[in-house]
């Protein structure tokens, strides 16, 4: 009787535990993967990710440095609140999403992915800086760029988030150390009137054509 208990027992868990890696299987397949890494080195990495739905992008596009650097230009954030946080954060202004120096080091590898980028993958870009404790963090800006039609969009997942340095505890290599989850971010762009919505997709880009007769370039 107790073998035949026991035995239940040890079904019953590699049975959960199958039905656990499924699960997880399942919804790491719905994620974008990278297929190409355009550029990487300790400042910025900027990869070609595979989108694992259609996504009809309308690439490959070429624009120049100039180009992205002025668009990337007009976009700031402010992290999405929930109640009652969020009366508080609307009074905060929005923040630039790149800072100079990171344009100039960010830009041209992101112009040339979107040379080099299938109809169906997106860019993803990673940009580090020294954290509070260097030795142990460092502060990531991290998200993604496309171009749909007229559309040039932009997705923060981190902005200048401290997030660790190794992949592992320094002693203890059987422990992880992850990164923390992705957060949320409103995005404005300025000048407002060429941020538009797809009405289709239900995205929001930059008309970068239109923006790009306005906007000087060098």
Same mark, same amino acid.
């Given at each position: 009787?107790? +073998?035949?208990?026991? /035995?239940?027992? !040890? /079904? !019953?868990?590699?049975?959960?535990?199958?039905?656990? =890696?499924?699960?997880?299987?399942? @919804?790491?397949?719905? *994620?974008?993967?990278?297929? +190409?890494?355009?550029?990487?080195?300790? #400042?910025? /990495?900027?990869?070609l990710q595979q989108?694992?739905?259609? /996504?009809?992008?309308?690439?490959p596009v070429h624009?120049? %440095?100039?180009? $992205?650097?002025?668009?990337?230009?007009?976009?700031? *954030?402010?992290?999405?609140?929930?109640?009652?946080? &969020?009366?508080?954060?609307?009074?905060?202004?929005?923040? +630039?999403?790149? &800072?100079? =120096?990171?344009?100039?080091?960010?830009?041209?590898?992101?112009? !040339?992915?979107?040379? !080099?980028? @299938?109809?169906?993958?997106?860019?993803?870009?990673?940009?580090? @800086?020294?954290?509070?404790?260097? #030795?142990?963090?460092?502060?990531? %800006?991290?998200?993604?760029?496309?171009?749909?039609?007229?559309?040039?969009?932009?997705?923060?997942?981190?902005?200048?988030?401290?997030?660790?340095?190794?992949?592992? =505890?320094?002693?203890?290599?059987?422990?992880?150390?992850?990164?923390s989850g992705e #957060?949320?971010?409103?995005?404005?762009?300025?000048?407002?009137?060429?941020?538009?919505? =797809?009405?289709?997709?239900?995205? #929001?880009? $930059?008309?970068?054509?239109?923006?790009?007769?306005?906007?000087?370039?060098?």
């Amino acid at each position: 009787m107790l +073998k035949t208990v026991c /035995a239940n027992r !040890s /079904a !019953s868990f590699l049975l959960s535990l199958f039905l656990l =890696d499924a699960v997880w299987a399942a @919804g790491c397949a719905r *994620l974008p993967y990278t297929v +190409k890494v355009v550029h990487a080195d300790q #400042r910025v /990495a900027v990869t070609l990710q595979q989108e694992v739905a259609p /996504a009809g992008y309308t690439h490959p596009v070429h624009l120049t %440095t100039e180009a $992205v650097t002025a668009i990337l230009r007009g976009f700031s *954030l402010r992290e999405q609140q929930r109640l009652p946080l &969020r009366w508080f954060a609307e009074e905060t202004p929005p923040k +630039k999403v790149f &800072r100079e =120096d990171e344009l100039l080091v960010l830009a041209p590898h992101l112009a !040339s992915a979107l040379q !080099s980028a @299938g109809p169906e993958q997106r860019i993803r870009f990673e940009l580090f @800086g020294p954290g509070m404790n260097p #030795r142990y963090q460092q502060d990531v %800006t991290v998200g993604w760029i496309a171009v749909s039609g007229r559309l040039f969009q932009l997705t923060v997942d981190y902005f200048h988030v401290q997030q660790p340095v190794r992949k592992s =505890d320094l002693y203890d290599y059987n422990y992880p150390t992850p990164w923390s989850g992705e #957060r949320t971010y409103l995005l404005f762009f300025e000048p407002g009137r060429f941020y538009l919505t =797809d009405p289709k997709a239900g995205t #929001r880009g $930059v008309d970068f054509s239109e923006f790009l007769k306005y906007a000087p370039l060098p």
